[in-house]
């Protein structure tokens, strides 16, 4: 399976790619030398930081995680204001037949969600990746019927208990894609062309009027030609669904962060965020995490590198008043996909989360609590 960071862990090139340039990064940067400083004050969650600012603060929980281990269970609802399903509501986790939904480990995270008193967000209505094999049995003709019933039928389920929806996911694929409009290959824009963006944001708007409806991709975030081709081709489709009266009302930025990477451009990050803004569109940060593949072993300075690289992003990002959420892609480096998807090269646990694996906090919370703490606070009607 190829997973984002879209480029680099696709390519498998992340730890080469940041180990054969480790002699060109500038003094003061990421991996050579991070800061010492990310004092945090007061006792206060996650969740309760960026609640006085306005904001909603979360992660990803997958079911056999979550149900297996009441320790860690018991750390995500004391942390979490919101909960994202990481895999469950994906097609292959949902649809092992054509004619089959099976809502029981979905149901299990929205129930854990509504007794501990967290918004509950559905991940993902239409992607390229993650689908049952006989998705290829369908045809042309029989295709918006079952990507219409499909959302019809998972969003009606949850309607009224749910915030909001990745409704389409990496649609884009930037440079790697042969197409002028950047669209990622995938059995519905095979299947439907690119209409299959319309089709599902629509379907979804009729089957529950109150989710906010999110468009959510990766590569976003740094100033490399992948990443500002993906954000060229993203405001291309924003502004293009949102002039054909296309239900969209997010933007979900994925934020799969590198720590070793040093091409990080807070301010066309901002302008970006801006025009998306400007469109009316709200922000949700919606799978953050930090890999800390490429960086040197010694893991003081390796939680110092990520930790940085957490603060200096949610610093800029939260500067947008338009960013309403922020989740992270897991709390726990125990339970963290970068463990099989971006793994050290030298073979060492991944540090990526604002938890260790034993659920303490480590340095990345701290970042997070000061990112927060610092974010100006949003007015009620953002
Ligand atoms: C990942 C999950 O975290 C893994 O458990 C699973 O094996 C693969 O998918 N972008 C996405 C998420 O939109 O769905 C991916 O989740 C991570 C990258």
Not at 37 to 54: D, H, W
Not at 143 to 164: D, F
Not at 193 to 215: G, M
Not at 268 to 293: H, N
Request: with cysteine; net charge negative; charged share 20%.
């Amino acid at each position: 399976m190829t997973l984002s960071r879209r480029r680099t862990l696709q390519l498998g090139l992340g730890a080469f790619a940041s180990a054969g340039c480790a002699g060109m990064h500038n003094p003061g940067e990421a991996s050579n030398d991070p800061p010492q400083n990310f004092s945090v004050s007061g006792q206060m969650q996650l969740k309760q930081r960026a609640a006085a600012k306005g904001l909603i603060y979360g992660a990803a929980g997958s079911y056999p995680s979550l149900s297996q281990n009441p320790e860690y269970a018991k750390l995500f609802a004391q942390a979490c204001g919101i909960l994202v399903t990481e895999n469950e509501l994906k097609w292959l986790a949902l649809r092992p037949e054509p004619d089959c939904y099976d809502f029981t480990k979905s149901d299990w995270l929205a129930q854990f969600a509504q007794q501990n008193g967290l918004l509950f967000r559905g991940h993902t209505l239409a992607w390229n990746q993650a689908n049952p094999d006989w998705l290829k049995q369908v045809s042309r003709q029989d295709a918006e019927k079952v990507l219409t019933q499909h959302i019809s039928t998972v969003v009606k389920h949850y309607a009224g208990k749910i915030h909001s929806w990745d409704v389409v996911n990496e649609a884009i694929a930037g440079v790697l894609s042969e197409r002028s409009d950047g669209l990622q290959t995938s059995p519905w824009l095979a299947l439907l062309d690119k209409e299959y963006i319309d089709i599902a944001f629509r379907a979804a708007a009729a089957a529950d009027p109150k989710a906010l409806l999110v468009y959510n991709d990766t590569a976003l975030d740094y100033d490399t030609p992948e990443d500002n081709r993906t954000r060229s081709a993203v405001l291309d489709l924003l502004q293009s669904l949102k002039s054909r009266n296309v239900p969209v009302q997010a933007l979900g930025i994925q934020a799969h962060l590198e720590a070793a990477e040093t091409r990080f451009n807070a301010k066309k990050l901002r302008q970006f965020l801006s025009e998306i803004a400007s469109m009316g569109l709200k922000i949700l940060i919606t799978e953050l995490d930090v890999s800390d593949r490429g960086l040197p072993g010694d893991i003081a300075m390796r939680d110092r590198a990520v930790a940085h690289a957490y603060e200096e992003y949610l610093s800029v990002v939260l500067d947008e008043p338009a960013v309403i959420a922020v989740l992270t892609w897991g709390i726990s480096d125990r339970y963290t996909w970068l463990a099989d998807f971006a793994p050290r090269s030298d073979g060492q646990p991944v540090r990526t989360l604002p938890y260790t694996d034993d659920l303490r906090p480590k340095l990345a919370w701290n970042a997070i609590a000061r990112a927060f703490d610092g974010a100006p606070k949003r007015s009620a009607s953002i």
